[in-house]
């Protein structure tokens, strides 16, 4: 439901019931002022207030993680640890342990973010979504590899990131095969 259309319900109920509550209050309002009266109006208010901060804070709270999410993945020690793991893809090369540790770590706590409703998924519908299905996928021997070793857990919070921007905008990954695999392969 549209948090906006919620708030306008939220407030219409509570105008409703303290029209209700208060209705005999409200008739008499003109010939006497009652101190109860006052205080219940001004809790209402407080209540509506309240509710209606809530709200407001909560997006100010997502803006605030989207625009750390973008700052963060954009930093020179980010931008060449995804090259590092993208050119051990394209080169055959051995992954870089260190590249996938910190793009891992990354991206699991970015998953988390995620799964507990601090990030919204949206932000992965653009050039980052494809990406991380990407990386994950080049990285996944590595991940495999730190969960059989000493952590049966680690990563999870990438890999749900992973099944989430698949499901959710039908990202895929399909490896490239190098074009000297190819020709050795045809002139077999």
Same mark, same amino acid.
């Given at each position: 439901m549209n948090k906006r259309m919620l708030s306008y319900i939220l407030v219409s109920l509570s105008i409703l019931l303290s029209l209700l509550f208060f209705d005999k209050q409200l008739m008499d309002f003109s010939k006497k002022l009652d101190l109860t009266t006052l205080v219940g109006i001004a809790a209402i208010a407080s209540g509506i207030s309240g509710v209606m901060m809530s709200l407001s804070s909560k997006r100010v709270a997502n803006f605030e993680a989207i625009r750390e999410y973008f700052q963060q993945g954009d930093t020179p020690e980010m931008i060449s640890s995804r090259n590092k793991i993208y050119a051990s893809?394209?080169?055959? &090369?051995?992954?870089?342990?260190?590249? =996938? =540790?910190? /793009?891992? $770590?990354?991206?699991?706590?970015?998953?988390?973010? /995620?799964? *507990?409703?601090?990030?919204?998924?949206?932000?992965? *519908? $653009?050039?980052?979504?494809? $990406?991380?299905?990407?990386?994950?996928?080049? /990285?996944?021997?590595?991940?495999?590899?730190?969960?059989? =070793?000493?952590?049966?857990?680690?990563? +999870?919070?990438?890999?749900?990131? /992973? @099944?989430?921007?698949? *499901? +959710? !905008? @039908?990202? &895929? !990954?399909?490896?490239v095969v190098q074009q000297d695999q190819e020709q050795s392969n045809t002139s077999a």
């Open positions: 893809a394209d080169n055959g &090369t051995p992954l870089d342990y260190k590249a =996938a =540790a910190e /793009v891992c $770590s990354f991206f699991h706590f970015w998953g988390m973010m /995620v799964q *507990k409703g601090f990030l919204p998924l949206w932000i992965f *519908k $653009s050039a980052s979504g494809p $990406s991380v299905v990407r990386l994950f996928h080049l /990285v996944l021997p590595y991940i495999e590899e730190r969960r059989t =070793a000493n952590n049966r857990h680690y990563g +999870e919070g990438f890999e749900y990131l /992973v @099944k989430k921007i698949k *499901k +959710e !905008y @039908k990202y &895929t !990954y399909v490896p």
